[in-house]
């Protein structure tokens, strides 16, 4: 295995499991639970992933770790998910997948600006910040993180939600 840590191994033993399922593999981290190892497969793709994806991956992946035996004799558990809304953005298709999203990026030169995703391609971000496109090119960029949102209003969302309701809680 020579000096490559065992993250890696894992990595470069697992990227070519799950792009063959259609997904790109975005984190594999291994932490001790117990007598138990717990062995975590983040995965992700444009248009998200779903639970047939995760299904679909989860035997691919525990097939590919048997044959191979990195994870030796002792027990583990294989968890396969999706990244978390609190990922930082720090590849393309991070940003990609982030468009319409309120974001927080923060420069390498320390600055941090707020706005939201307009859209991302191979050199960089259109980030709308009060009401301006700025763009920012992914060498200015040290990362980013999607802001929750808990309500927001599209301008074709703005229908009111209880348009079909009387006063008296009724629908009609």
Known sequence: ?????????????????????????????????????????????????????????????????????????????????????????????HWRRAAKRLVKAELRDGTVVEGRVRSADDGGVDLEVDGTVRRLDYQDLARGRVQVEFRRFDDDDADDAYADVDDDGDEG
């Open 1 to 93: 295995m020579g000096s490559a840590s065992p993250r890696d191994h894992l990595m470069k033993l697992l990227e070519p499991v799950v792009s063959a399922e259609g997904l790109d593999l975005e984190d594999v981290t291994v932490t001790q639970a117990g007598r138990r190892r717990l062995l975590r497969v983040i995965v992700d793709r444009d248009g998200g992933v779903s639970l047939d994806d995760v299904a679909d991956v989860s035997q691919a992946v525990s097939a590919a770790l048997d044959d191979a035996d990195v994870m030796g004799q002792s027990a583990y558990t294989l968890e396969v998910s999706s990244p978390g809304v609190d990922r930082p953005l720090t590849e393309p298709r």
